[in-house]
């Protein structure tokens, strides 16, 4: 069954720039994969924030980006705010299944 | 608006069996998937499956196939959840969430505690 990695932890500065990433087992991520984004907080069911790569929920606020990149997923996040700390989960569409990465938990400090 | 209200939590022996339900609201139940996912406590999120809620197709991950069972009845717009054989592992939240058809899952349910405990 596909694997799919994600960074475990990463610190960003407020107001900096951080770019979380979700490679897959099976080779290069594409548009195909349809990736979706997720920020998931304590106690709370996840947030989905981008899906189809790059596209947005109404909610999704807009320093948050989805992208390709090189081989992966990307979540891109400008502007890092306080509340952007938390756990961001990538889901991939491989083989009729998803999959979930493991997780990177974002530091804001 | 869209919502999906998961069963309330339950607590089980292991070698038992558990059904969580989730009954949906304020769209048609049958034109969309609906998606199982769990989480053990300061686990990962883990994709169980998904079932079309119109066709009753199924399509399970392959830690989970021989053991998980989702249907769905569209009189009640609820979608199920059964796990069997449980073990003290099988301790998790579990949520559904819905398929947008565009690849997008959202909006997910409250979750269900399932504890599994001699």
């Known amino acids: 069954q596909t694997v799919v990695t994600q960074e475990p932890s990463l610190t960003v500065s407020p107001g900096g720039t951080v770019t979380l990433t979700c490679a897959s087992s099976t080779g290069a991520v594409t548009s195909s994969y349809y990736p979706n984004w997720f920020q998931q907080k304590p106690g709370q069911p996840p947030r989905a924030l981008i899906y189809s790569t790059s596209k947005k929920h109404s909610w999704t606020p807009a320093r948050f980006s989805g992208s390709l990149l090189g081989d992966k997923a990307a979540l891109t996040l400008s502007g890092v705010q306080p509340e952007d700390e938390a756990e961001y989960y990538c889901?991939?569409?491989?083989?009729?299944?998803?999959?979930f990465g493991g997780g990177t938990k974002l530091t804001v400090l | 608006q869209v919502q999906l209200v998961q069963s309330a939590a339950e607590v089980k022996k292991p070698g038992a069996s558990v059904r969580v339900s989730c009954k949906t609201s304020g769209y048609t139940f049958k034109t969309y998937a609906i998606h199982w996912v769990r989480q053990a406590p300061g686990q990962r999120l883990e994709w169980m499956g998904w079932?079309?809620?119109?066709?009753?197709?199924?399509k399970y991950s392959q830690k989970f196939q021989d053991r998980v069972t989702i249907s769905r009845d569209t009189s009640a717009s609820t979608a199920y959840m059964e796990l069997s054989s449980l073990r003290s592992e099988d301790t998790a939240v579990y949520y559904c969430?819905?398929?947008?058809?565009?690849?997008?899952?959202?909006?997910w349910g409250q979750g269900t505690l399932v504890i599994v405990s001699s």
């Open positions: 889901l991939l569409y491989s083989g009729g299944v998803r999959v």
């Open positions: 969430a819905r398929d947008g058809g565009d690849s997008s899952v959202d909006p």
């Open positions: 079932i079309h809620a119109g066709k009753g197709n199924t």
